[in-house]
Each structure stands twice: as C-alpha cells, then as structure tokens.
C-alpha cells in the first residue's frame, strides 16, 4: 500500500514538472515571436525613415556662364531653372549666375571638374585640353548646318560621347544647344574679309583654349585670347580687329556698336553643352535624372528656335545698325580650314576617322 502511494506521487510530481516546462515554453515562444514581430517592425520603420530621408535630400545647382542675360542660352537656363524646380517641387533648385559673375569661361570646366560648381556650359573647344580626341568636334566645317549638328550630338554619337566625358572627366554633357553659326565679325582693317588669304595680318580674338586658338589659325588669323566679358572693350579699343561669334550674339552683346564688317563664313556650327558634376548626377538618382533630363529637352528646344528665329531676322537688323554684310568665297575657306587640321598632327592625330568620316556622311 506503501509502495502504491509513492507511486502515485512520482507520477503526479513528474506530470507537474511537464506541466510547468510546457509552459515554459510557450512562453518563451511567445516572446521570441513577439521579439521578432517586433524586430522586424523596427526595420520597417527604419526603411521608410530612410526612404522619407532620401525623397526629402534637396539639392542646390549653380549654373555658371559666361553669356549675357538676354543671350538665349542664358534665357534658356531661366526655363531650365523653372522647368526643374517645378518638375522636382523645389527639391532641386538652381541659382544662375551670368555674365561670368561666378566663374570666368576659362575656369568653368576646371571648376565643374573639381567640383567647385555643380553646372556650367561646357563645350568640345574646353574639353579638347584634357581629352584631345574632342578636338575632332571643334573642326570648323565638320557640320553642314544646324540639323546636321544637332542629329549628331543630340543622337547616338552625342550620348556615346557624353558618357566617355563623364568616364574620363567626371562632368556630364547633358545636352547640345544651338548657339549659331559662327561669323567673323570686325572693324574697319583696309579690306574685305573674302578669302582665307584677306585674314592675314587680322588680330582675331579667340577663347583662350588652344583648340579654339587652331580655329583662328587655320582660318588665316593672328588668333589672341580675350575673356567674352573684356571682349567688347577690346573691339572698342583696337586691341583686337576681329571677333568670331554667331549673329544673335553680336546683337545681343552689341558688337555690331564697335565694329564695321560681317563676313558670312559660316564656319562654325556652334552648341553649347549644359554639363553637370558628375558626383551630383549620381547621387540625385534615376528620378530625378529623367526630370532633369526632361528640363534640359524643354530649354534645347527654347534655346535652338530662338537662335534660328534671330538668325532669319538678325541680318537686316545689322544692316539698319550700319554694318556690312559681306558674302565671302565658303568653299574656299572650307578646303583651307579642312587641310590646315589635316596637316596638324597635334590637332588631327587623336581623331576617330572612321567617326569623322561617319559624321560627314550624315550631312549628305
């Protein structure tokens, strides 16, 4: 009888025990799901604050130029400023600094470059001094007009080559603007500029590039780097004869005030390229890169027109203005300018032939 009721008290003892461990357990298990719950909402939180963060990051763009305000490529920048901030709600905004009041033209790509400035025009003429295969995009006569110009660097050949700027140099090309074509215009030197042999002994300013600086050698010239901002004191005072510009800017920054002569050369079909930081363009992200993207298309657009509409109207304002347009011999100045790079290894030897000769055959 003894030995029967001890055991029934181990068997009630050890259900006791099994019964405490169970619930143990249990609720050990509560809690390791409760802690992961709550683990795991900690992370959710966590994303979205970083998340809100990111779509909150504000971003503040100045745009350096050396251009004047009613040029249209500075004109343009005020629709790429609205155009960005409105498309972005104001988590970009763009400060816009003209006239060379920020930056002069020589130090804007250098200052892209460092990342000292967030955007700026560039071009091929700056760009040439640190990728010398660009220069192929400074030739004169390369492109036949501004549809031929713009089909290539607003195409296939223009994005391939932004992307090796950007490789390379770390700014990005984001576009081609219409800026003109190129003229040479001048004061009152005894003669006519007609032929490439008329340019001899011509003091003619060029931007102090040495790309820019062949471009005046091969078209005849004395060349002679002025900044755009000293340029029309210089023409006030002699100290250059010349000045190679499109016409709208010889209206718009009033050359035609302290010059005699317009020779229609046309040799240059000039664009500009509004360029970013690389190091800014990356951490904006895809979003707003497309929105970006979609300003810079709105101000191309603005900026090419207006050009072309001044150019059909510029001619007779000029003319009212007293200055004399002169029509010179093109072909003979296209076969010079073409055989001068051809003939300088400096210049030619870092060309993609086979592209310039793709790019030629475009035109046709």
Request: hydrophobic share 35%.
């Amino acid at each position: 009888m003894l030995k029967t009721k001890k055991l029934f008290l181990l068997l009630v003892l050890l259900l006791a025990f099994n019964i405490v461990l169970i619930g143990c357990n249990s609720e050990t298990s509560s809690n390791s799901e409760s802690g992961n719950d709550t683990e795991g909402n900690n992370d959710g939180d966590s994303n979205e604050i970083e998340e809100e963060a990111e779509e909150e990051k504000t971003f503040e763009l100045n745009f350096s130029t050396a251009s004047v305000p009613n040029d249209a490529h500075t004109e343009g920048l005020n629709v790429l400023k609205e155009s960005i901030e409105e498309k972005t709600d104001g988590q970009i905004k763009v400060n816009i600094h003209h006239s060379g009041s920020l930056y002069t033209q020589e130090n804007e790509a250098d200052a892209l470059i460092r990342g000292n400035l967030e955007m700026a025009y560039t071009g091929a003429e700056w760009l040439a001094e640190e990728l010398p295969f660009l220069s192929m995009f400074t030739a004169a006569y390369l492109y036949k007009d501004y549809d031929h110009m713009t089909s290539v660097l607003n195409g296939e050949i223009g994005e391939d080559i932004f992307d090796q700027v950007a490789e390379e140099l770390g700014i990005r090309p984001l576009g081609a603007f219409y800026l003109g074509t190129r003229q040479i215009n001048y004061r009152d030197v005894g003669k006519e500029i007609r032929t490439p042999e008329d340019m001899k002994g011509l003091t003619l300013r060029m931007p102090g590039s040495p790309t820019w600086l062949f471009v005046g050698e091969a078209m005849g010239a004395n060349p002679t780097p002025v900044d755009f901002s000293e340029l029309y004191m210089a023409l006030n005072t002699g100290t250059v004869d010349a000045q190679d510009n499109p016409l709208p800017t010889v209206k718009s920054a009033s050359f035609y005030e302290v010059t005699d002569y317009v020779s229609l050369t046309n040799h240059i079909i000039a664009s500009v390229w509004p360029t970013i930081n690389e190091d800014v363009w990356q951490e904006m992200g895809e979003e707003l890169q497309e929105k970006i993207l979609e300003a810079v298309e709105e101000a191309r657009e603005f900026v090419d027109q207006t050009n072309l509409d001044t150019e059909k109207e510029v001619i007779d304002f000029l003319e009212a203005e007293g200055i004399e347009i002169i029509e010179p011999d093109v072909e003979a100045f296209s076969e010079h300018v073409q055989q001068q790079y051809l003939d300088s290894e400096d210049m030619s030897s870092t060309w993609d032939m086979d592209l310039y000769n793709r790019i030629k055959e475009m035109a046709e």
